[in-house]
C-alpha cells in the first residue's frame, strides 16, 4: 500500500488512478509545491499562522496533528508577541531616562 501524492489516501501498488481524486498516478508523480513539507515549515517560519491554511489543505495529516501544530503555532505567536511588546515597551522606557538626563 501506498498513498497518493496528491491527496493522501491509502491505495494499492498497482493502482494506475486514485480512486478519491481521479489522479493518474506516474511513478515519478510530482508532488504539489504547497503539500511539500519543507514549503510548509518555510512558510510558518516566515508567515507564521499565515501559513496555517497549508496546514489545513494538506490531507496526509490527520485531524489531530492539524490541530496540534495549529495549537502550537498559535501560542508560539502569542509569546512571541507578548515578547516583542515587552522588549519595545523596555527600549521606549530606555530612551526616555536618555532624554530626561539630557544626552
Do not use: H
Not at 1 to 12: A, F
Request: charged letters at 25%; one cysteine or more; proline letters at 3%.
Amino acid at each position: 500500500m501506498k498513498k497518493c501524492p496528491y491527496c493522501g489516501k491509502e491505495i494499492s501498488d498497482t493502482v494506475e488512478k486514485c480512486e478519491d481524486c481521479s489522479i493518474v498516478l506516474d511513478k515519478k508523480a510530482k508532488e504539489k509545491w504547497y503539500l511539500k513539507t519543507s514549503t510548509l515549515i518555510i512558510s510558518l517560519l516566515c508567515v507564521g499562522p499565515f501559513a496555517l491554511p497549508l496546514v489545513w489543505v494538506n490531507r496526509r495529516f490527520s485531524n489531530t496533528k492539524k490541530v496540534v501544530i495549529t495549537v502550537i503555532v498559535i501560542v508560539l505567536t502569542i509569546y512571541l508577541t507578548v515578547v516583542v511588546a515587552d522588549s519595545l515597551k523596555r527600549i521606549l522606557d530606555y530612551y526616555r531616562q536618555i532624554n530626561q538626563m539630557g544626552y
